[in-house]
Each structure stands twice: as C-alpha cells, then as structure tokens.
C-alpha cells in the first residue's frame, strides 16, 4: 500500500517556478542589457570609421559640407544591412533616421567643422585663391606652409600664430570634426533609465543636454582630425568663431534647397539625392606630388601653383591639391 503523499508537499507547489520566475527575469535583463552595450560598441565603431571617411573626403575638397555629409552617410550604410523591408540600405537609413528625428525631435547626426574656424580664416585668408564654386568665399592657402609660417613669424606674429585664433598655419590647414550622433535602444526599459540618467546629470555635458538624451536616447559624441589636402574653404557665413555644421533635418524641415541656409547656426542644411549634383571620389591614380626644386626663395603670398584648374581643364577631382596630384586621362598623356 503506498503512503499518502504529505500535505505539506501540496502547500510547496509552484515555489519552484516562483523562484525561478524571481531569478530568471534579472539574468534575463542583464543578457539584454549586455546584447544592448554590444550593440552600441559595433555602432560606435562604425561611427568612427563613418566620420574618418567623412575627414578624409572633405580633407581632399576644400572642406565641402555636402561632401562631408556624402562620404558619412554612405561610409554608414552596412550599419544599415540587411535592409528587410525597405528595399535598401539606404532607404532603411532614411526610414530610420526620420524615426529617430520624429521622437527626439532633433537631427539624427550633426558634424561640427571646429577647425578651421572663422578667426582662422581671418588670419590666414587669401582672396587671390581660386576655388572652383566658391568664388568670394574666404579661403585658406594649403600651398608653402612653412614658407608662410616663417613670413608671419618676419612679420611679427609671435610663434607664427594669427591674433584672432591663435593658431599657425599649419594648424589652420587641419581639419577637425566633431559627431554627434543619436542612437535610439532596443531593449525595452532602457530608454526610460536614460532618460531619468539625463534628468540626473542636469544637463552637465553635450550628451546630457542634448533633446535626444532627454527623450531617452544614447547621444554618441566623438572627434576627428586630418591635414588638409586642398585649400579649405568657408562656405557658410559664419560669425563669433561659431562651427560650420553639417547635419540631417528633421523630417518636419523638410529637404532643404541647394545652397539655402537655415535660421541659426547651421550653415549646410542639406539632403543628399534631391537634385544635387555628387561630386566625383578620388581616382584610384592620385598620388603624391613633388615639391618643386630650384630657387628656395619664399614664394609669394598669393602664389599658389595647385590651385583649382580652370573651368574645362583636365583637373576636376577634388583629390588634385597641393600634396595630392590627380595623373591627366591616358588619353591626354
């Protein structure tokens, strides 16, 4: 005859999986939260890949917004693969950026041009220049850099550095990006721990003050700095020694029109793929070029032998400036 089970067993039922539920659901954040900050990581790396890019093409063309907006976005597309439903990478980037924009409320990215600034430009300004579509612009002369460090320092620019922005020369011909870019969470709860994390932090930084940040998104922020390759160029009206920016709108702005400014500090308020004309990458021929050998006599200030051609010569890539020199078509060889 079996024994009657205890009625105490039957009391215990279902406590297993309570404490189960009880341990399980924590381990269950934590995993997410971990799958979360991976995906930040391969975000942030792509990010700086993105932005290098960025650098690297508005380095070789005068510092062009629509450049720079360009080389980011399409260094960012396989952050946008597969592209499910959307058709493209690219169609699923715009899709999700307008998201990011209707919720936070702000651009998605924006790209701070810090250097060089206006006060460089008014220092090391030379109206002689000749930049293809940016005629009465102010410019910055990338040829001869030490022999203009040296007629500044003659002249009596303490260190060679411009009065208005203390910097060099060579300084002046560096160009320096900052990114700002919006990262909206997956994992659920997660936006509203950041969001009360921005309510903590009061606004203290760029990332805690950011409309993004309180709507309970990650703000990523980082820089990047190249020498410039081309004469670089001021193309917005830019005073107070504020950035050129260069961003995506929200979806509410609307596409802005070529060469139409916005209200505010943005200078390049731009959509890429609305009737602009792209400009053409660098030939895969570019290289180095040579500096000329002869008389060591300082050129003079205007003098400027890689400047841009003239409208119809053969040298239209925005790799052709003083230390990159496009090789002419075999054709014209």
Known sequence: MLPLPARGAARQRGAAAASFAVTALPLLFGALFVVEAARWH???????????????AGATAHARPAIIEQAFEDALLPLFHPPGPHGDARARMRAAFLDVARAAGAPPWRIDVLSPGSRAY????????????????????????????????????????????????????????????VHPPLVPGLRAILKRLAAMRDGNGPEASHPAARAGMLVMAMESALPMQSHPVLW????????????RPPASRGPGKAGASPKGPLVSWQFRGHGQDTPSRAKDSAQKGHVPQGNAREPHAHASPATEAAPGGPFRDPACGVQLCCLPPASSR
């Not at 391969?42 to 690297?56: D, G, K, N, T, W």
């Not at 500044?152 to 550095?161: D, K, L, N, V, Y």
């Open 122 to 181: 008014a220092d090391f300004g030379d109206a002689a220049l000749r930049v293809a579509g940016a005629a009465g612009l102010p410019a910055i002369n990338n040829d001869y850099q030490a022999e203009q460090h040296l007629r500044r320092r003659r002249m009596g620019w303490a260190g060679g550095r411009g009065p208005l922005s203390g910097q060099t020369i060579f300084e002046a011909n560096m160009l320096r990006l900052r990114l700002t870019y």
């Open 236 to 247: 917005g009206a830019v005073t107070g020694g504020a950035p050129t920016t260069v961003s």
């Open 42 to 56: 391969v975000v942030r790396q792509m990010l700086s890949l993105a932005l290098l890019e960025a650098a690297r």
